[in-house]
Each structure stands twice: as C-alpha cells, then as structure tokens.
C-alpha cells in the first residue's frame, strides 16, 4: 500500500519521525505507515526466529520489566521470549489479583517498577485505560499487552504481519470476517483499528448482546448472521467466548452459540476458497471454533489455518515494538 | 453567639424573581431580610457598599454527599441538602440530627433522610422520625430502588408525611456494572457501558407510581432526551414531579472521558451530544427544575484508578455558579431563572425559607461579579479534593462576599 508519507523510493520519514511515540498503548490513531514501519520492522526478526540461532544483542544491558495484573501465559511467554532474543534483561512480575486496594497498588507499583530505572515495561491489567494509567507516570516506554476491553496493540499488528504473509502486502481490498464476543474483545478493537487504517475491509459477527453499540462508527460492517457474514472473506479471525468477563447470561449456552457462531467446515466453505483462519488463543474448540478447522493444514481450494502463524509472528512483532520503542534511550542516531 | 449586627447592602443590582436586576439596597436583621429595594441603614448597622455587585440569594445545593464548608463558601452557598450517602448511613433520627448540625452557624446543612435502611432497598427507614429530626426530605441515595413494591410503600408512606422523594433515575438491572453511556465512545474504550435508556425507564415507574400515590418526586439527574421527555409530559398530566441536573450534564458529553480521565466518571454516566442539547433545551423551557453541584470530593485512593474502578463523582461546589452564569451568557436562561434554578427552586423543594431576597426570608445573601474571569485548577481548589471535570477551564462569576443569616462569612 502507498502513503504519501512514504517518499518516492518507499522510504519511511527518517528516524524516529517513523515511529513518533514513547509508548505504544493502542492502535487507534496510528497513521498507516506507522503500523507498516512495525510491520516491516518485524521482517527481520520472523528471519531471525527461523534461523538455529536465534539471538541479536542491541538490547543488552537493558531491563525490561514483564509487568501482568492478569493472567497470561502465552502473551507473557511472547515477550520473555522477544526481550531475550533481543538481549534485554528480561524480569516477569506477576502480580495476582490481590486483597489489598487494586488501584493505589497498581500506582505505587508503576512507581516501584519506575524507580528500578526499568528501560522499558510492558503492562497487561484487567481494566481499560489501566496501561494509559501507568504511562502516564513512568519515565519510560510502556508497551501494552492488554488492557481490560480496550486494546491489545501487539495482537493488531501481530495478526495484520500474519495476513501479509498469507495474503501478500495489499490490504485494500482484502476480506476480513472477526466474528465472536466484540464486545469484550481488545483483539477485535486492535484489529478493527489495524486493518481498517490499512485498508481492508472488516466486517464483524456477533449475536446482538456481544456486539458493542454503535461499532459502525469504527469503520465496521456488524453481521449477526455468520453465513452471510462470511460471504468473500479472505480472512476468518475467530474470538474465544471470554466468559469470565461476561456478567450475567450473553448466551444461551455453548452449544447454542456454536450452532450459530461455531467455525466449521461447512461454514468455512462459505468463504473464499483460499480463506486464512485466525484465532489469537487460547481456543475453546468445539466452541467458536471446530478442531479440524483450527488444525487445518491446506485444504483442496487452498484454505489454511494460521494459528501456530500467529504465534510465531507474535514474537517478531514484540521484538519489532521493543527494539523500536528503546531506540532513543539507546541514543540511535535519528531518534535521541 | 451574640446575635449580628444588623446588615445593610447598598450600591448593589438586586436579582429579584422574575425580573430583571434591579439597583437598590437591602437590610437584614435578626437574622432575616427585612427591607428590599429602598432600605436605610441603621445607626448600628454594617454597612456594605456592592459597588454595583450582584446581590444574589445564597445557593442552597440540592444533594451534596459531603459537609465541606470551603468549597461551599467559595461558591456562594449557603445552604446544602446532605444525601444520606454518609459513612455512617442518615437512615435513624440521631445521625439526621446530628448531621443537622454540623454546619452552622455559617452553613446550613439540611439532612435528607435514607428511604431505605442502610440504603439497601429494600426496608423502608424510620421517615418520620427523621423528618421530627431535622430531615427536609427522604433520598433513596446513590441508587435507584429496584423493588417496585418498596418503591410503591415508600411513596405513599412519604406523600402522608410531606416529604418529597428524592430519586437515582436509572435502572439498575440495565446498568449493571456500566462506567459508561452505550455508544461510540464507550465502543472505543472497552468500558462497560449500559444504554442511556435506563434512565427514561426508571422515571417512567417511578412517575407511575408517584401518579398512583400522589407523592412528590424530585429525580435528582435527568440527563437524556428520553428522560426529560418522561418529565415534561408528566408535568403536563399535573404529576408533582420536579427535575434536576449537575452543570457536567449540560456542559460535556460523553466525549470528555476520552482519554479514561476518572474526574469524568460521574454517576448517571456523561452521555451523548445529542442528550446534552435535550438538556439545554430542558433547562431552557422548564422541564428542569434545579442545578445542584452533586458535590462530591474524591481524594487519589477513589480517582487515580483506571476508569471502571474508580468512583464517580466530582468536586462541583464551585464551579456551580460560573457554570450556571454561562447558561445566562448563553441565552439558555435568563439571570432571574438562574437564581430560581440555583436557589428559589431547591429551597421551596426542601420547605425552607430561603432562597430568594424577599422580606421575611432568611438572609442568605451574596454579592457576586458575573463577569470575574478565573480559570478552574484542580490543584488549586477550596474542595477537600479537586476532582474536577472542568480542570483549566476558564470560567466568568466569582464570589465576592457571603451572608449566612445576615452574617458576613466570606470576603
């Protein structure tokens, strides 16, 4: 895709003019080739990863603090992983939810975590806003790795790199069907936000109480019908059922949602021939989304899945955000 | 305490009800307003030269959850109707007593009585031996009462003892756990919205079951289309209803939490532009009844949280009245009407004599510049806490002096 800040030679401006933020808490707002500098950034590192070693030190001698208010395992691991590669001192803290005040604790500990001179820290907390919070009163770069309902910017770019991969680098004109809880989903904020500024088409499926209000304003096409819904998607990103956020009765139950939200074969079928799957984990199979499609090697018409894809991209997507969000502490020439 | 010396106001322009400001002088003894218009100092009397000032009555706040006399006195107000939100619930006789009197002899605070015991819900407290304590009125607090059949025994109970009936307007099976108004904004953030909808359809019970019982019921916020539409009509049918609403909800939209800042998570929620001109126009035409502060000073423990955990309510004591004078500025309302809004209205609600400068009323006075510029700091605030949504906003009106009971409390 062009941009017309992209010079002639397709250039990005240069130095940190290319990626002009201190923190990356969202996509929302994000110019297209900021998204496309990260994206191309990340190139290197899915090389990297491939290769028996696996190990690039412009990051030694930084800290970087993993610091998770929620649960996670897979994110979590993801960017041990990318700081690790990159050489950065990596240092997981967990903090459970615990019986004291949340919010007081979750200042003093951004202060805490600010006075161990931390060189960038990258934040999941349960409540939306939460990462902005903490950004707020931090000296340094603060990544967010997921917060409340709001975003999960890695997951956005995560799953654009994935797309490009699959489905080459123009994203006008492509497909994208997110279908599952919208509602409660930073995956499908970060993406909506992602492929809309790239120019895809997004269109998003849920059963009207999963379904945010006034979506459309995203840039958005709502379906309730799944079938009509995947009608000429090249891509079918599907959302875990996130119960443990639902208060009260959303649906039914499972089977009911999977008889009219489950990703099957058949379903599947209704898409484009050569239709990429997507989920961002962790999947409740036989739920949203059947085994045998999320297992799906390559079908006849050329279907896939890009599950384990999305996975691995993940990686070079966080050493892409860290690598690129440390470059002025680093004092790279162009972004001191 | 001696009794003061009686007070006369010269030089000053009089806003008088449903007139346009009048240039006179007023005398105030024992406590009361004695002469309007023309008045003569007494040999005694202190006398107070307005140098043109307005002479206002004194605010009296309809629903404040907290006694802070600064904030209060830096925005001309004199009188302030405690919601039975408290840390110890005003839900018996001695908490309403002593609340009663916790605030005078320069502010008097006027105890709203909890519907409910403990606020629950769901008993209904001892309102009349309340009342005998000092409660002016029953309030059913931050929350709405969702048993229809308490709701109905209450009313009746409080129409048999005069009391009018203070109520949240929103429904709170449909908000739930909502931080937020359903819409774009709340869509973008991932906050827990519910539909503004639930506002409308508590009033629309709660209208029924004043109908059935005769009760007088104030909603203390209307704050949508849908809402007010419910109160005008009612109105119409002759129902004793009255509204009111906070200057947050016709001066910001759901837009302003934006950027998750708590100072704008408030209770009902901001809503859309669309329900902000709906409260213009019901300020305009007289569907609203009063503008209260909904004071509400919130330390960093309650505010410096993410959005959805931390509290609602907002510091609003003196931004009030600059607030309201842009409604005049505006042409929303006119200067008298803003009075009546501020200080005629909540007084006659609560059945105080106050409220207007009239002979024979408590002398609750102040003398104010319309057009004093100053700009709102968080920082700077004479709230326990300054938890504004109007922070760095400039403002036009200011306090110049303040009478409680013919006494001179602020300069």
């Known amino acids: 895709m062009t941009s017309p800040n992209l010079d002639a030679a397709g250039r990005y401006p240069a130095g940190s003019a290319a990626f002009p933020h201190r923190s990356l808490t969202g996509l929302a707002g994000l110019a297209p080739w900021e998204i496309l500098f990260l994206l191309d950034e990340a190139e290197q590192w899915v090389e990297l990863n491939r290769q028996p070693h696996k190990r690039n030190d412009r990051l030694a001698g930084l800290t970087i603090i993993n610091a998770f208010f929620e649960n996670s395992t897979r994110t979590l691991l993801s960017f041990e992983i990318a700081g690790k590669r990159l050489g950065a001192d990596v240092v997981n803290m967990h903090a459970a939810q615990s019986s004291v005040k949340k919010g007081e604790t979750l200042i003093d500990t951004a202060m805490t975590l600010n006075a161990m001179h931390a060189d960038a820290i990258v934040i999941r907390h349960q409540s939306s806003g939460a990462v902005q919070l903490i950004a707020d009163k931090v000296d340094c770069p603060v990544l967010n790795a997921g917060d409340g309902q709001h975003e999960h910017p890695t997951q956005g770019l995560l799953d654009a790199l994935t797309i490009r991969h699959a489905k080459g680098a123009e994203f006008a004109g492509m497909r994208v069907t997110i279908c599952g809880d919208i509602l409660h989903s930073r995956v499908a904020r970060s993406n909506i936000h992602c492929l809309t500024t790239l120019g895809a088409e997004v269109r998003v499926c849920a059963p009207p109480a999963l379904m945010p209000a006034d979506i459309e304003a995203l840039k958005v096409h709502p379906f309730h019908d799944f079938d009509a819904a995947l009608v000429g998607s090249d891509v079918v990103m599907m959302l875990r059922l996130q119960q443990e956020r639902m208060s009260g009765q959303f649906i039914p139950s499972p089977r009911e949602y999977r008889h009219l939200y489950g990703l099957t074969l058949d379903r599947l079928a209704k898409a484009k021939g050569d239709a990429l799957v997507m989920h961002p984990g962790p999947m409740n199979r036989g739920v949203e989304i059947d085994s045998n499609v999320a297992d799906l090697a390559q079908n006849a018409s050329g279907a896939r899945s890009a599950i384990t894809t999305q996975v691995e991209m993940g990686v070079a997507i966080r050493m892409a955000c860290l690598d690129v969000l440390t470059r002025r502490t680093r004092g790279l020439e162009g972004w001191a | ?411």
Request: hydrophobic letters at 45%; a negative charge; proline letters at 7%.
């Open chain 2, 1 to 411: 305490m001696s009794a003061p010396r009686p007070l006369t106001i010269t030089g000053g322009q009089m806003v008088l009800p449903g007139k346009p400001p009048v240039p006179g002088s007023l005398r105030c003894e024992g406590g009361l307003i004695r002469a309007v218009g023309g008045a003569i100092a007494g040999p005694d009397d202190l006398v107070i030269d307005a140098k043109g000032a307005l002479i206002v009555p004194g605010l009296v706040d309809l629903g404040v959850f907290a006694i802070d006399k600064p904030a209060f006195h830096f925005g001309g107000i004199t009188r302030a109707a405690l919601m039975p939100d408290q840390g110890v619930v005003l839900d018996k006789p001695s908490s309403v007593r002593f609340a009663a009197q916790s605030g005078k002899p320069d502010l008097w605070v006027h105890p709203l009585a909890a519907a409910t015991r403990d606020l629950a819900g769901s008993e209904i407290a001892e309102l009349a031996l309340m009342r005998d304590a000092g409660a002016k009125a029953v309030a059913t607090g931050r929350r709405w009462i969702g048993d229809s059949g308490t709701m109905h025994r209450l009313l009746s109970y409080a129409a048999m003892l005069g009391l009018v009936v203070i109520t949240h307007a929103e429904d709170a099976g449909l908000t739930g756990g909502a931080v937020a108004t359903a819409g774009e904004m709340a869509t973008r953030l991932g906050l827990p919205s519910a539909p503004a909808e639930a506002e409308a359809l508590a009033i629309a019970r709660d209208l029924a079951l004043a109908e059935l019982t005769g009760a007088r019921i104030h909603f203390r916020q209307v704050t949508t289309t849908k809402g007010l539409a419910l109160v005008r009509a009612a109105k119409a049918r002759g129902i004793k209803v009255t509204a009111g609403v906070t200057p947050a909800h016709f001066m910001l939209s759901d837009t302003a939490i934006g950027d998750f800042r708590t100072f704008t998570r408030l209770s009902p929620p901001l809503r859309s532009e669309a329900d902000r001109q709906a409260v213009l126009a019901g300020l305009s035409d007289g569907t609203i009844d009063v503008i209260s502060s909904g004071h509400d000073p919130r330390g960093p423990e309650d505010k410096r949280l993410p959005f959805a955990d931390a509290e609602p309510g907002m510091a609003g004591a003196e931004t009030l009245l600059p607030l309201t004078l842009g409604l005049v500025r505006d042409g929303v309302i006119d200067l008298p009407r803003a009075f009546e809004l501020l200080a005629a209205n909540p007084a006659a609600l609560l059945g105080v004599k106050a409220g207007r400068i009239e002979e024979g009323l408590e002398a609750d006075v102040a003398l104010i510049d319309p057009a004093k510029p100053w700009v709102v700091d968080s920082d700077m605030m004479a709230a326990t806490a300054g938890n504004t949504p109007f922070d760095k906003q400039g403002v036009e009106g200011r306090v110049l002096a303040l009478f409680k009971g013919g006494m001179l409390i602020a300069d």
